[in-house]
């Protein structure tokens, strides 16, 4: 159980075009999901906190025009990263909380390769 | 959110020797995690704690809540070579997210 999916796996795109990673929670229900972004070799660094049926927080330092997040649904959250740069190339992984073990419990996403030329 | 303490930064052990790794916070948490990240894969949960004092184990691992509540333990035995990988270390409180560790780099030789 706590399955959470991500789509695409990687992604190349040209500068300037828009990006949507998809996150899905495949076997329970998410009432909260996280989006993080990793560099290499360095620790998650959270960017916004998400409630099913509500704006998303965003973290201090991330632009929340540039990354457009949705969670429509208990089961699935998206980001957009829109006007991509090559400096917003990065891991970007995904979180759920939920109906899934405790509350305060994240199961984490495979994680989406983003690299913008 | 805080950045946790976790030491060490990295370990290179041998197969089957025991490995131990910590992790301290200057607030207390309701709940440390330890989760596992391979190369280009999200982090995998391997133990949730979830009460000041509690010990769990998940097969070869053990991990650790201290009384204090601002700090937790792992502890890998008999480590093998898929041990490989980074982990990390989370305390969090009901509804907010997660604060990290910045990992441990665990390598291990046959």
């Known amino acids: 159980g706590a399955v959470v999916s991500q789509h695409p796996s990687w992604v190349i795109c040209k500068s300037g075009t828009s990006v949507k990673i998809e996150c899905r929670s495949l076997?329970?229900?998410?009432?909260?999901m996280f989006w993080y972004r990793q560099f290499p070799k360095q620790s998650l660094m959270l960017m916004a906190t998400s409630n099913e049926g509500s704006k998303a927080t965003y973290e201090q330092g991330v632009e929340k025009d540039k990354f457009l997040i949705n969670h429509a649904s208990l089961t699935l959250s998206t980001l957009t990263v829109t006007s991509a740069h090559p400096e917003d190339s990065s891991f970007y992984i995904c979180?759920?909380?939920?109906?899934?073990?405790?509350?305060?419990?994240?199961?984490f996403g495979p994680g989406t390769r983003l690299t913008v030329l | 959110g805080q950045q946790l303490n976790q030491s060490p930064q990295s370990m290179f052990i041998q197969e089957g020797e025991d490995v131990s790794m910590n992790c301290t916070s200057s607030?207390?948490?309701?709940?440390w995690l330890w989760y596992k990240q391979d190369p280009g894969e999200g982090p995998v949960l391997l133990i949730a704690l979830y009460k000041a004092g509690e010990l769990t184990s998940n097969g070869r691992l053990t991990a650790q809540f201290g009384i204090t509540r601002k700090d937790s333990f792992l502890n890998i035995s008999a480590s093998i070579p898929s041990d490989v990988g980074i982990y990390f270390c989370?305390?969090?409180?009901?509804?907010?997210?997660?604060?990290f560790g910045k990992g441990t780099s665990l390598l291990v030789t046959p």
């Open positions: 979180s759920a909380s939920g109906t899934s073990g405790a509350l305060d419990t994240q199961y």
């Open positions: 607030s207390i948490f309701n709940t």
């Open positions: 076997d329970f229900q998410a009432t909260t």
């Open positions: 989370a305390g969090t409180n009901s509804g907010y997210a997660l604060n």
